[in-house]
């Protein structure tokens, strides 16, 4: 549910507007009555962990006004999301309003189905950020954090944010499979252009002799086969935005024609005699070798140099494995909704694997390894098992040393169910908690040693695992009690139990924590 902060002095619009979210279901709202007090209230939903995602925020006000108010929240929240309304729009306002960091500047008063609209609108703008933690090196949630922590990713990350400012042409450059195209929608949803049009075109996939058609239209009878007049991408795209993917494939000859629109801005369709004025921005991106194409000859200099004004390099997933996990845990909730399933993550020898496999795929080979995974997987976990020869044989994991690490996962597995934490980490997805209990096994006798809590538990003849286990849980609980003078937190904390497990235990065997405090 995305949080809404209404600002404006007058109640009954504030009241209006917030009837209208309020009765979507998806929308928790807010208000205030000026500037001040919505940086009150922003702050005070920090503090609490409950942020506000976006924000309704008239220019005129007393005390603060909203252009004011715009600029100590973005540098109090950079992320949040921003429209300014006001009865009294004017163009400079407006023009400071999105430098400064707003998303759009509404004339009131508003339709409320379109005030909806905008705000939805704004939500996917920044959900396209956030969806880039699939497909390329930065990642954001929720418009706010940026997960991955190398400098590569920072700086891409900052370029995006403002290139997303400028209309300037675009060069994004990587292998194939880092998300390019998601880097170039990003930039889109998030400039001046937003509201129209973002098309996409795969510069490989165009027959030569139809490249000019497809791109600039053409007059019908124009050629064999033009049964009727066809318009190109290039006016479909008409003040928005066009994406030339893989643009190092594109014919020598058009290279000269998308060079003339870069300079004139102007094109003319195939077999007319008029010219088309162009208002359409240029993203371009390439996993070619454009400068070793340019001294061949394959790839025209002048071009490249139009192009390449400011580039954009998306790092391969090989150079950032930290962020593997990460990327798994959204593709593990992705695949849950699209295959129906509950899987709640990937084991410990399953994860190392993925981890040491290179990936000369990209964050699309992972989310294809992920996806083979839950198809063939049976369990809640992913599994050795479950992952593609490929990949195993890749990391060098024999036939003979993936039964004996399947073995060793199936153990892990039941000891799990049994009650017995495995050793090790278990990769989850966000909110399930598996490892649970902090058991050891034990044969006659253990010792066990937590922070100067020493307790020996001793075999007592009893034949019967699970109830040698609750003897041992309940000593072990009380022990740590006694230790830590009835202090849950503290317990917790030292004997390396979960607080929610450690709350469970104790009101299963009938523990009082006060009668330990030492009082």
Known sequence: MFKILVV?????????????????????VSEAFDGINALEKIKAATAEGSKIDIVLL???????????????????????????????????????AVKDGAYNYISKPVAAED?????????????????????SPVLVEAGRKI???????????????????????????????????????????????????????????IPENLFESELFGHEKGSFTGASERKIGKFQFAEGGTLFLDEVGDMPQLMQVKILRVLQEKLFTPVGSN?????????????????????????????????????PIFLPALAERKDDIERLIQIFVKKFNEVHKKKISGVTVDAMNILKKYNWPGNIRELENVIEHSFVLESTHMITLSALPEAVLEAVGVSLFDLEKMIEA???????????????????????????????????????????????????????????????????????????????????????NIPKKTLLRKIEKYGIVAKDYSGE
């Open 274 to 310: 008029r010219e088309i004025q162009s208002n359409v921005r240029i993203i371009a991106a390439t996993n070619r070798p454009l400068e070793e194409m340019i001294r061949t000859g394959s790839f025209r200099e002048d071009l490249f140099y139009r192009l390449n004004v400011v």
């Open 147 to 205: 997960i991955g922590n190398t400098s590569q990713m920072q700086k891409v990350f900052n370029i995006i944010n403002k290139l997303a400012k400028v209309d300037t042409p675009v060069l994004i450059r990587g292998s194939s499979g880092t998300g390019k195209e998601l880097v170039a929608k990003a930039i889109h949803f998030n400039s001046s252009r937003k509201d129209d049009k973002f098309v996409a075109i795969n510069c490989s996939a």
């Open 58 to 96: 008239d220019v005129d006000m007393p005390r603060l006004n909203g252009l004011e108010a715009l600029k100590q929240m973005k540098e109090f929240d950079p992320g949040v999301i921003v429209l300014m309304l006001t009865a009294h729009a004017t163009l400079n306002d407006a023009v400071i």
């Open 409 to 495: 996962e199936k153990k892990a597995a039941e000891s799990q169910a049994s009650g017995v934490a495995p050793k090790g980490p278990v990769f989850m997805d966000s909110g399930v908690d598996v490892v649970e209990d902090v058991e050891g096994d034990s044969d006659d006798e253990s010792d066990i040693d937590m922070d100067g809590v020493g307790m020996k538990v001793t075999f007592n003849g009893e034949l019967d695992f699970n109830a040698q286990k609750e003897t041992f849980e309940k000593e072990f609980i009380i022990k740590a009690l006694k230790t830590f003078k009835g202090r849950i937190n503290q317990t917790a904390l030292h004997a």
């Open 115 to 135: 005030l909806i609209a905008l705000v939805e609108k704004a939500i996917h703008a920044h959900s396209l950020i956030s969806n880039i933690a699939a497909s």
């Open 8 to 28: 404006d002095d007058d109640a009954g619009l504030r009241f209006s507007i917030k009837s209208a979210f309020s009765a979507l279901k998806k929308f928790e």
